[in-house]
């Protein structure tokens, strides 16, 4: 089982990694040889950059989830505006994704948490790129947050079909996706919601 998750962690990071490569290539070369208006330019130079900023993920996420395991991860908790994060974390999925509805009126102002800023920036971006990728277009992703108590209560909700209970145990684990990586439909690893966990 491990070393069939394995090989489709290699199919699906070969094809994440070759696909922003291939647009930021095509865009430096249309850049290169074509005299474009400048509104085009920056166009393509911000595509550019989001494909960057995807490859840039990629590999921090691996990286990441190899210190985790390893054990060389040293985890820095520090008293952290939650709110903020949140909303960064919103704003960044509602430039790069303009044509989903996110809504963020449910964030409650000054929630503030004690953990390591990286680990909880890494956990929110995975949850929502998630709903992101299985909501569909036309669909609400909705993020709420909300003092409990003495907790921070984070919910992130889409309008997908959801998890089969058959894979609720197994979506945290380390390269476990569900289907099959040759008839998938959406991107990913199978690292993000390990390394939310």
């Not at 394995?6 to 095509?26: C, D, G, R, S």
């Not at 990629?58 to 210190?67: P, V």
């Amino acid at each position: 089982r491990l070393n069939h998750q394995q090989q489709n962690f290699m199919m699906a990071v070969t094809h994440e990694l070759k696909t922003p490569i291939a647009v930021a290539k095509l865009n430096l070369e249309t850049l290169l040889k074509r005299k474009l208006d400048e509104p085009q330019q920056e166009k393509l130079l911000d595509n550019t950059l989001r494909e960057a900023n995807r490859l840039n993920d990629l590999c921090n996420n691996i990286l990441l989830a190899s210190q985790i395991e390893s054990g060389n991860y040293l985890i820095n908790k520090q008293e952290i505006n939650f709110t903020e994060l949140v909303y960064e974390s919103v704003d960044y999925f509602k430039t790069r994704f303009p044509a989903f509805v996110i809504n963020d009126e449910h964030i409650e102002e000054s929630v503030y948490v004690k953990g390591d800023d990286l680990l909880l920036q890494v956990a929110v971006n995975n949850i929502i790129e998630n709903a992101v990728k299985y909501s569909g277009r036309q669909k609400v992703i909705t993020v709420a947050l909300k003092k409990e108590r003495n907790n921070a209560l984070l919910e992130i909700k889409d309008e997908g079909e959801g998890i089969p209970a058959a894979d609720k145990k197994r979506i945290f684990d380390k390269f476990y996706r569900v289907g099959n990586e040759n008839t998938r439909k959406t991107k990913g690893t199978g690292l993000g919601l390990f390394l939310t966990r």
